[in-house]
Structures are given as structure tokens and as C-alpha cells.
């Protein structure tokens, strides 16, 4: 990927900000755009470390066609990542229509400028939530990329229309197209309204920790800079058209998260509330990784227990960001 120009949309949230400080970090002769709308997932101190002149902030709407075309048409892009997407399943639930016009009208968008000025690589960060989910008493299942997508909200739905999209112009237009599924990430520079920073800030505030249902729905948990190092592992090795799970083979239920939280932070499990369950709740996440390790040699560094605990404790020494 050297020497080239890379267009990051929704960079400065969670997952993009972590990739672009990455990137930099690892490449000394890329350059990136970050292209974010700064809604309340994205802050531009996510990135305020940045001081390379390798780095450029626009802000700006994926979906804003005039834009993102005249954006493309002056710094001539070699690669697309997007992250840009509204992503919390209960804002979903309540205002499905924001979803539709980041998730799907702002990839059309993208895929349509790309297009147009013959991007090299679009690849889209997509979610296992497209698959809907697995029973809570089948372990041994797992969502592979030939899993048929079955998603539960409205948020979910949103993205796996993109997924559906990005497919159409690689088959139909010949697009240099790649997607990632990933499953739950957490560290650093996550909104405080996911599930582990909020609950950190509960157990820090010493308030109670709202838990859905019984607690004990699954997550497969992906620490954000091992997803950093599959999506530029795919947008450099995946082949076109492909799909690639990402998954980090660390399942935990909710309530084991939270009990986690609260043991590092020595609060009482009495914090915890069980509240009643959203509409829809996906039972269990667990994603098949095999296709990416075997065919293009990513691993997870991460295991769960060490990355909750450095996690914790960047937010307890980052008290301001919550």
C-alpha cells in the first residue's frame, strides 16, 4: 500500500480513528483523508495526537453526492475504506431513518464516485450482525461468509444492504471490491454509549449497570487494533469481490463482561440491574475467522482477559473521554 492516497470515511469514530492512527504509524509514505460528519460518535480528539502532513480532515456527509464528488475529483484516491455508519442497534430502534441514508444511500455514494474515478480498492467494514444471530444452546455454530444474512434491526439491515450494494457494482460494474464482517470491538476512543466503556463509567461513578434481559446474550469480543491489522491485511492481500470474517475467538455473555468490569474496577456485583430486554436482541455473535487465517495468515493478538484489563485501564486514566 505504499505511495498511495487513502480515503478513511467516518475516521474519527471508534474503529476509524484507531485504523488511521495505525496506518500512519505503520506506513511512512501513505497519505490519508478522513472524510467524518462529526456526529456524537465522532470527535476529532480521537485523532488530536496526529501531527503528520500526511493527514487530512475534511468534514462532511458521505451522503452529500456534490461532496463527495468533488472530493474524489481533487485529491484522486487510490483506495476507499468505510467506516462512516451509524451503528448503535437501540438509535436504530428508534430512528431507523438516519440508518438508511448513512448506511445505504452515503455507500451508494461512495461506491458511484469510486466508480466514476476508478478507485483500485473499495473495501467496506461491515458487521456479523448482517447474519442475525446463532441459539444460545449450539455452541459449535458459527457464522461463516456463506452464512445467509439474516439481520434482526434496522441498523443491521442497513449494513448488510451496503454489503449487498458493494456485491452489486463489483458484479456488475467490475468494482475492486472487498468486505469485512467483524464481531464486537472494544478499546480505546469507543463512544461511552457502548456497552464496555458505559459500564465502566457506571462501576467508576459507583451507579447501577443497566443489563438487558438475564445477561447472558453472547459476544464474540475483537480487540480494534487487531481489526485495524485484518482490514489492512485484506485491502492489501483480500482478493476482489471477497468477503472476510474477522472474529477474535473470544466469546463472553454480558454479564460476564460486566462481572469483568466491576472485579478490575473492585466494585460490588450489587451495581449490577437487570432491565428489561430491547425488541429484537440478538441471542449470540460468534464469528468463523478461518477464511482470512488460512488464506491470507491473519491472527488475533489479542486475548480477551489481557485486552479488557489495558482497556479498563485507559479509560480509568482517561477519565475525560467518558
Known sequence: MQ??????????????????TYMLDKYN???????????????????SHITSNRYKFIHGDISDRSLVFKLFA???????????????????????????????????????????????????VSTDEVY???????LDLFF???TPLNPSSPYSASKASADFLVNAYHTTYKLNTTISRCSNNYGPYQCSEKLIPHMIKKA?????????GDGKNIRDWLHV????????????????????????????????????ILSSLNKSEDLIS???????????YAIDPTKIKNLLGWNPKYNFDFGIKETIDWYVNNPSYL
Open 3 to 20: 505511495t498511495e492516497k487513502i480515503l478513511v470515511t467516518g475516521g474519527c469514530g471508534f474503529i476509524g480513528s484507531n485504523f488511521i
Open 144 to 146: 461463516t461468509e456463506k
Open 204 to 212: 467508576l461513578n459507583n451507579e447501577q449497570l443497566p443489563v438487558y
Open 132 to 138: 442475525g444471530d446463532l441459539p444460545l444452546d449450539a
Open 29 to 47: 509514505s501513505i497519505s490519508i483523508v478522513n472524510l467524518d460528519l462529526l456526529t456524537y460518535a465522532g470527535k476529532l480528539e480521537n485523532l
Open 74 to 124: 481533487k485529491e484522486n484516491f487510490d483506495i476507499v475504506i468505510n467506516f462512516a455508519a451509524e451503528s448503535h442497534v437501540d438509535r436504530s430502534v428508534s430512528n431507523p431513518d438516519i440508518f438508511i441514508n448513512t448506511n445505504i444511500v452515503g455507500t451508494q455514494v461512495l461506491l458511484d464516485a469510486s466508480k466514476l474515478y476508478s478507485i483500485k480498492r473499495f473495501h467496506q
Open 274 to 284: 437487570f432491565i428489561n430486554d430491547r425488541p429484537g436482541h440478538d441471542l449470540r
Open 225 to 260: 487494533l487487531d481489526h485495524c491489522e485484518a482490514i489492512d491485511t485484506i485491502v492489501n492481500l483480500g482478493s476482489s469481490g471477497d468477503i472476510y470474517n474477522v472474529g477474535g475467538h473470544n466469546e463472553k455473555s454480558n454479564l460476564e463482561v460486566v462481572n469483568t
